[in-house]
């Protein structure tokens, strides 16, 4: 398991851009794949974008292609979420994930999660 820890969020305009980031604090980080996930009201957290461990995104909300792009360091332990032309209902909580294996937008198949860090979007 990672311990993960995302920074990055707060408030933005419509238009704007926001970079998160999500930090590994030990462990062989270049062996996971990574993943952004969104929390609004209620339980569930949607996946966003993912990244393998070879580097290969996924993305699996449709409002985010061309806008969010998702990066990773690996010497950094570091992954991001670069989010542009941000539109109020990107807004949320967003988890930063990882598992072992391949991209995959299933909220339980990752064993590794952060702690959030909140993105609001607003005039």
């Known amino acids: 398991q990672l311990q993960l820890v995302e920074s990055g969020g707060g408030l933005a305009q419509p238009g704007a851009s926001l970079l998160l980031s999500c930090t590994a604090s030990d462990g062989p980080f270049d062996y996971y794949t990574l993943a952004w996930f969104r929390q609004t009201p209620g339980p569930e957290r949607e996946p966003v974008l993912c990244?393998?461990?070879?580097?290969?995104?996924?993305v699996y909300e449709n409002s985010a292609k061309g806008r969010f792009t998702v990066s990773r360091d690996n010497a950094l332990k570091t992954a991001s979420l670069r989010m542009n032309n941000l539109k109020p209902e990107d807004a949320g909580k967003y988890y930063c994930a990882a598992r072992l294996g391949e991209c995959t937008g299933w909220e339980s198949m990752f064993g590794s999660w952060g702690q959030g860090t909140v993105v609001s979007v607003s005039a």
């Open positions: 990244i393998s461990n070879s580097g290969a995104p996924t």
